[in-house]
């Protein structure tokens, strides 16, 4: 998380009724492919609920500063069908979340493949697709929610997302 604050996913747990454990288990500058080959090494953590929050990474928004190269959106979208196939196969009910927008129109047209490759696959398989564009619109639009960088969520972004995402899962209103 880069010291950008408290994760959005432990933001999610405070924000969800006592008893409501959130496991976080991303790892920074993970592709679908490359999580979905650490899963396959690794045994399933207990979860009713998984999230699958992947098309950063995968885009290689920033690739051209960097010897990063996209990952394939036909490789991205086969990667996480198989995901949702083995979660679900194990009784866990899936969402997709999609990437964030970039702050900048170059890494925004970019990641965007990405973001309608996951709304592609939720449909598919009748999946939730949970949009961060959704949530950050609904933060105090004075407050940036991304680091400088432009791709990045700083704090105010992920205690956003994370109260956004508790909303979306549990609405009192």
């Known amino acids: ?3 950008n604050g408290t994760p959005f996913g432990d933001v999610l747990q405070q924000k969800l009724a006592r008893g409501i454990t959130v496991a976080r288990y991303g790892t920074g500058g993970e592709t679908t492919i490359g999580g979905e080959q650490r899963w396959r090494a690794r045994s ?3 979860a009713n ?6 098309g950063s990474n995968d885009a290689a928004p920033r690739g051209w500063l960097r010897d990063k190269s996209p990952v394939a959106v036909a490789d991205y979208k086969a990667s996480l ?3 949702i196939a083995r979660w679900k196969k194990e009784e866990r009910d899936v969402i997709l979340l999609a990437a964030p ?3 900048s129109a170059a890494i925004s047209a970019r990641i965007a493949p990405y973001r309608k490759a996951a709304q592609d696959v939720g449909r598919m398989f009748g999946v939730a697709v949970l ?3 959704d ?3 609904s933060c ?3 407050q940036p929610v991304l680091t400088g960088d432009a791709l990045h969520m700083n704090a105010a972004g992920h205690r956003c997302l994370g109260a956004w995402i508790a909303h979306e899962l549990c609405p009192l209103d």
């Open 49 to 54: 609920i998984v999230v699958l929050a992947y």
């Open 135 to 137: 949530a950050f619109a």
């Open 131 to 133: 949009d961060p564009a």
């Open 81 to 83: 069908a198989r995901q």
């Open 1 to 3: 998380m880069d010291g």
């Open 44 to 46: 399933l953590p207990e």
């Open 140 to 142: 105090p639009a004075a």
């Open 101 to 103: 927008p970039g702050g």
